[in-house]
Structures are given as C-alpha cells and as structure tokens.
C-alpha cells in the first residue's frame, strides 16, 4: 500500500449550511476519504497529554500550547520526532537526554491509536460494498508509520495519504490535489469527512462532497440524507448504487509510480 497523508474530521453542534460543502442533492460517490484523528481514532485524553508534559518537563498548563504551536513542521516531514521533542522542550529552556525522547515519540504514537469504533465499522461497511478508501491526514513520519502498523482497518484503505509524505498540511490545497491525483477520480465523486471546519471548507473548494465530522450518528443521517452511499444504521441509501463492487471500483486504477 502506497504510504501518503490525509486529513478527515467533524465539527460538533447541528449542522448548518456552512457545515456541509457541495451536499446540495442526492448524488453517488465513487470513493470516500477519511481524516484519521478525532474521526478514526479518539481524542488524546488529559492523561495523555499529562503523560508526556511529564516525561518533557514542562508544566501541564504549559504543554498543549507548546506540543501544537510547532507541531506543523514536523507534520510537513520538515524535522523529525527528535528534533520536534528538543524544539518544544527548549521552548521552556530544558534538554533532553535521547531515552527521553524515545518515550516522547512512543506516548505521542500510542495516544492516537485508540479506535473510534462507530467510525471503523463504517469504513468496513463501505468496504465490504466496494467502495476506494483514502486516508487523509496531518501527520508526522513515527506517528504515522506506528498508526499504519498498528491501526487494524487502515488495512482496508488503497491510499495512505499522509502530511509528512508530501511536505503539504491541511487545509493546504496541495494535499487535496495529491489525494485526487492518486484516486483518479473527479472532487465531485469523492466523500471527505474530516472533525475540522477549516479541513472541511478547503476540501469544498476544490468541490470535493465534504462534510463535518462530530458524531458518527449525526454525521451518517446527513450523509444519507444528501448521497446514495451506505452509512451505518441506514444501511444502502438507495439501490441504483448495488453495481458497486471491489471489482468495477478497483479495475481501472493502478499504483502510482
């Protein structure tokens, strides 16, 4: 599987017009795009946040505003975990000792490894059906290569697109372009579901069927209110699409180089 990154997510609240991007009518979609935290997986809890601000040093109240201010960088693949770690630590004016660092870059992977199961059990449905799977999201290289080891459904997804990968982040238009380019398919006949709004609305601009991502419930009723693609608990929205199948999804796309 073709290592890349992506980034799907769902804003919480009700839906509103500006939550949903070119979901203007029943349509069929060719393939669906997936942004991994906070969609597939579960947000990072207190403790693991605590855990590392532990391990780093730095206040608890100080850590979080730390661990994503300089977070882009190393989710473009511009520096590496080691280098990330030592750039937020010494922030607060401290060092780190290389076993330190270690543990860092094991906690951050393992905080993000916890499944959104409501989620996981669409990406089956909607392989089972046939449908290309793509995975969209900001992430840098030892997160994502322990998430691709240790994550069970991303087996089921064609396209890893991560950030580090292709030195473009979300809502960046460049990474969308790079995940149409590998799908080879038309933005109108993709479903990107991502938990951010500003994810979302870049996604919309290039006309990519993109919506918010809060709860799975929520998110699948408006999904099948506006496509004809399965969702869980309303199952296939409408029998035109039952010619999906592994087979016509998969036999006219090939890796690319």
């Known amino acids: 599987m073709r290592v890349c990154t992506r980034i799907l997510r769902f804003v919480h609240g009700t839906a509103k017009p500006s939550d949903i991007q070119g979901l203007s009518r029943k ?3 060719q393939a669906v795009v997936f942004d991994y935290g906070n969609v597939l997986c579960l947000e990072q809890t207190l403790e693991d946040m605590k855990g590392m601000a532990l391990v780093s040093g730095i206040p608890d109240e100080r850590f979080s505003e730390l661990y994503w201010k300089l977070r882009p960088p190393y989710d473009r693949g511009e ?9 937020v630590v010494r922030q607060q004016e401290l060092d780190l000792s290389r076993d330190q660092i270690a543990t860092l870059i094991k906690f951050d992977s393992e905080s993000i490894t916890r499944p959104n199961q409501g989620a996981v ?3 089956e449905l909607l392989h089972r059906e046939g449908f290309p799977l793509a995975l ?13 080891k240790y994550f069970p459904s991303l087996s089921t997804f064609e396209y890893l697109i991560y950030s580090c990968d292709y030195g473009s982040i979300k809502p960046e238009l460049a990474i969308y372009r790079n995940c149409l380019k590998l799908l080879k398919a038309a933005p109108q006949d993709i479903l990107y579901l991502d938990d951010r709004a500003e994810n979302v609305e870049a996604a919309g601009r290039l006309g990519i069927h993109a919506v918010l991502f809060d709860t799975v419930e929520k998110t699948a009723s408006r999904v099948a209110s506006r496509l004809d ?21 998969r036999s006219d796309r090939t890796e690319p180089d």
């Open 121 to 123: 059990q669409w990406v």
């Open 27 to 29: 349509h069929s979609v």
């Open 79 to 87: 520096i590496d975990g080691p280098a990330y770690w030592t750039a």
């Open 229 to 249: 693609i399965p969702v869980p608990g309303y199952g296939r929205c409408s029998q035109s699409n039952l010619q999906h199948s592994s087979t016509s999804h």
């Open 136 to 148: 969209l999201s900001n992430m840098p290289l030892e997160l994502s290569r322990h998430v691709t």
